[in-house]
């Protein structure tokens, strides 16, 4: 067994918790549940499967993080980053205990999971969804989330990454109607994100290189275009009509409607001077 904290995030997850804290009881010291007032059975459930759990009103994910890693008081090696959607395999579970071991003093802070999505009950392997790679195991000293509203990473202050071979699972597809209410609710998270990327101008010195290069050149196309782009890039450049009809609705879904739904909120926030809060938890 790995010296690993695992920090686990919930908002009504009893379909996932089970199978997300079984896949990780096998390597790590220590489970803690961060849950935002479910109202289902998440929280019954995990504290049955050996879980601390603590209640947390919700704000953003870097703020809800941040609270776990400070309530928790992490004193292991390592710290890892698992969503209740998201699960080891046996083959991912022995390979991170042994890269976590392997790295207890070398200068590998980070280590890059490799994830298959499943959307409409089919894994997706074209359209650049896969693998999806998140460094979500990270030594504790060495890592801390970005501070922002939407696609927040872990940033390393010292030290190298090293990415894994064997896939984890990732089941964030529950319905169709789930999948557009939390993308627009992601998409008013992200109109708040950009609106305070552009105040701070931040550069690639305190940001992950995907946040630089959305604000930097994602965001310099023109509204409209840039989602189009987008669409043409996941589904035929990268290869998204091979994974048949699940893989078109999932890339015009991306593109058209959330995507473009970031674009239009963007727009309105120019035009009428609104500002979305981007605060608080999807309401289901």
């Known amino acids: 067994m790995a010296d690993i904290t695992a920090i686990i995030l919930t908002k009504?997850?009893?379909?996932?918790?089970?199978?997300?804290?079984?896949?990780?009881?096998?390597?790590?010291?220590?489970i803690v549940v961060v849950d935002s007032y479910s109202n289902d059975k998440t929280v019954e459930l995990a504290r049955r499967e050996g879980a601390e759990v603590y209640q947390h009103s919700f704000e953003n994910y870097a703020k809800q993080y941040n609270y776990a890693i400070e309530k928790a008081i992490v004193r292991t090696v390592w710290t890892l980053r698992i969503d209740a959607d998201e699960r080891l395999t046996e083959e991912s579970a022995v390979e991170?205990?042994?890269?976590?071991?392997?790295?207890?003093?070398s200068n590998v802070s980070g280590i890059v999971l490799r994830f298959k999505k499943n959307f409409l009950g089919k894994n997706l392997y074209h359209?650049?969804?896969?693998?999806?790679?998140?460094?979500?195991?990270?030594?504790?000293?060495?890592?801390?989330?970005?501070?922002?509203?939407?696609?927040?990473h872990i940033i390393?202050?010292?030290?190298?990454?090293?990415?894994?071979?064997?896939?984890?699972?990732?089941?964030?597809?529950?319905?169709?109607?789930?999948?557009?209410?939390?993308?627009?609710?992601?998409?008013s998270r992200e109109t708040v994100d950009y609106f305070e990327r552009i105040e701070k101008k931040n550069n690639l010195?305190?940001?992950?290189?995907?946040?630089?290069?959305?604000?930097?050149?994602y965001y310099k196309l023109p509204m409209g275009l840039r989602s189009h782009i987008y669409y043409l890039y996941r589904y035929y450049l990268?290869?998204?009509?091979?994974?048949?009809?699940?893989?078109?609705?999932?890339?015009?879904?991306?593109?058209?409607?959330?995507?473009?739904?970031?674009?239009?909120?963007?727009?309105?926030?120019?035009?009428?001077?609104?500002?979305y809060s981007g605060k608080g938890s999807l309401k289901e």
């Not at 504790?140 to 922002?148: F, L, Q, V």
């Open 238 to 275: 990268r290869l998204g009509f091979l994974d048949g009809k699940e893989g078109k609705i999932y890339a015009f879904l991306q593109a058209y409607w959330y995507r473009y739904l970031v674009d239009a909120k963007i727009y309105e926030c120019q035009k009428s001077g609104l500002r």
């Open 205 to 217: 010195r305190t940001v992950a290189l995907k946040t630089y290069l959305k604000m930097n050149v």
């Open 96 to 105: 991170l205990d042994r890269l976590c071991e392997e790295n207890m003093s």
């Open 12 to 30: 009504n997850e009893e379909v996932n918790i089970v199978d997300c804290i079984r896949s990780i009881s096998g390597i790590v010291k220590r």
């Open 156 to 187: 390393l202050s010292f030290g190298t990454t090293v990415e894994m071979k064997s896939d984890s699972l990732h089941y964030d597809f529950k319905t169709l109607e789930y999948f557009i209410s939390k993308h627009n609710w992601y998409s």
């Open 127 to 152: 359209g650049g969804v896969y693998p999806w790679r998140k460094m979500n195991c990270y030594k504790t000293k060495a890592g801390k989330i970005e501070d922002r509203f939407m696609d927040e």
